[in-house]
């Protein structure tokens, strides 16, 4: 469900609301910071924090590990996308859609899905064209 429109066989559901809550409230500073152009809802916020996560503070890291590991988190975003550390996709995706990068993902490292990550959480700012490149990639890693 990553909501660029994407396809994605996710499992329909997103970290729990206690999780949910406990990441907003541990993380507000990160969340204004970071990702205050973030729509809210369908794990972008946790999305949006993984793909920085080298930037989040040390008090949001234990609310963000604990939504990052959690099952549901895992079955969003696949092993097999998680490893696309500089594969012939990872490296198409980034020219096609090196604009969004540049506007919504500026600093966010590539590789373990932080990108797909990133591009997930500005959903709605990122062009058709890198929508239908990170749909392609996807197709091709299933």
Known sequence: MLALGLALPIATGTPSLLQASELM?????????????VKEGRGRISACLYARENKVSSACKPALAKITTDSMFERMIPDSIRNLNDTPYEAELRKSCATDIKAHCSGVSPGEDRLLAC??????????SCRDEAKTVLEKIR
Do not use: F, G, P, W
Not at 119 to 128: H, I, P, R, T
């Open 25 to 37: 409230t541990a993380c507000s500073a990160d969340i204004a910071s970071l990702c205050k152009d």
């Open 119 to 128: 591009l997930y959480a500005s959903n709605e700012k990122v062009s058709k």
